[in-house]
């Protein structure tokens, strides 16, 4: 990209050596193809190991239970965050936390199995669609009583 157009201050914040630079985080398989994997801004940071959210999110949908999952971090004394996540289930099924840390274990890695579970009828959206996270997280803490 050259740059965005009369905004010469914009190009400078978003554009280096011709690249573009979204924040998206992507992999390049070796047939060349392009993958978005999920978003640098969405990333938390558990015991100094990144985790990404998307990469949690896309496995936990994996389980034949769960119909959408969404994955933020919460503040942790300890580790700085903590994985969490709000869980909508199928039409009847049913999951305890328990379970789900079960199901996780030894399939993904230790410090990217959620420790706080929500299971939730809805999530709250945008006017367009889009999951809010911020929403999520801020109930979460206040629910939780942790320190923000």
Known sequence: MKGYWDDPERTAESVQCGW????????IDSDGYCRI??????MLIRGGENVYPAEIE???????EISQAQVFGVPDQKFGEEVATWIILRAGATMTEDELRDWCRGKIAHYKVPRYVRFEAEMPMTVTGKPQKFKMRDRMIEDLGLLN
């Open 37 to 42: 994997i999920g978003r640098s801004k969405d």
């Open 58 to 64: 896309e496995f936990l949908t994996t389980h034949p």
């Open 20 to 27: 573009m630079h979204t924040g998206d985080l992507a992999t």
